[in-house]
């Protein structure tokens, strides 16, 4: 009993790690938690089987907890990222001379494990010319660039990439998502009780929004929610509005509800 309750409050803590770095890399990209998102990667490296086995236990609350379509476990972050290691002259130069301009030249041309290792702190030894240089982490500065639309990060000793392109799909059902909140908002304000049903009228000069709520508002083939089922509201519809409407912006557009309880 005690190994399996380590063995999962080992496994949350994983998960802690990934959820609290992905949310910070979300804030840095400008995107509020209730627009959902296309992908995040988290890169293994070298720890593979144990992390493996927490992220695919987890998947479900992981992606619930970001807002995320698909939580992608990979080796390594691959394509998304490149590294370079350019030559610290201040700290090779004292050491190899003249040789310098040579080892400038083969760290242009390193594999990425090898910069990998110095990025780690390890050192490690290049042949040049049948001569052996060694080279620390000291000894370069790296530089990291990302592919455009992903923002990368680390988790603990994992690496982890959130793709922050937002298709007009995926747009759209940030916005269903923020009308949910604004109608179980005015249902708190009208204090209804949590079993109440509801019919709401709305009103918007918006295209995207209006089709944004009819594409959301039932179930529908491939969706795991709906407007309707999640505000327990009977009836939804675009129409003329009364006095007792209230309007809300989302994201700079204006969008007018009326609430009655059935």
């Excluded at 990934?18 to 070298?46: D, K, N, Y």
């Excluded at 939580?71 to 990222?81: C, E, N, Q, T």
């Excluded at 494990?113 to 240089?133: N, P, Y």
């Excluded at 639309?149 to 940030?174: K, N």
Aim: proline share 3%; charged share 30%; with cysteine.
């Amino acid at each position: 009993h005690a190994l399996v309750d380590n063995a999962l409050s080992w496994q949350m803590g994983v998960v802690k790690q990934v959820v609290t770095s992905a949310h910070a890399l979300r804030e840095q990209a400008g995107h509020r938690v209730r627009q959902p998102l296309a992908e995040l990667r988290v890169a293994l490296g070298e720890r593979a089987e144990e992390y493996r086995q927490a992220l695919e236990r987890m998947q479900s609350l992981v992606s619930d907890e970001l807002n995320i379509k698909r939580l992608s476990i990979v080796d390594d972050l691959g394509d998304l990222v490149s590294l370079s290691a350019k030559p610290n002259f201040g700290s090779l130069g004292p050491r190899y001379g003249r040789e310098v301009q040579k080892i400038a030249a083969a760290l242009a041309k390193v594999p990425a494990e090898f910069i990998r290792q110095l990025q780690a702190g390890q050192s490690v030894s290049l042949d040049i010319d049948g001569r052996s240089f060694d080279v620390f982490a000291a000894d370069v500065s790296i530089q990291v660039s990302t592919q455009a639309g992903w923002v990368v990060g680390t988790a603990g000793p994992l690496q982890i990439a959130l793709d922050t392109r937002i298709s007009p799909e995926l747009r759209r059902e940030g916005f269903a998502q923020d009308v949910k909140r604004h109608i179980q908002q005015l249902r708190k304000d009208m204090n209804l009780n949590i079993e109440d049903r509801i019919e709401v009228t709305y009103q918007t000069s918006d295209a995207e929004l209006a089709e944004a709520i009819e594409e959301w508002k039932e179930p529908q083939p491939g969706q795991d929610w709906c407007i309707m089922a999640e505000t327990l509201c009977e009836k939804l519809e675009k129409g003329e509005v009364g006095p007792d409407s209230k309007e809300v912006e989302l994201g700079g557009r204006k969008l007018t509800l009326e609430l009655r309880k059935r």
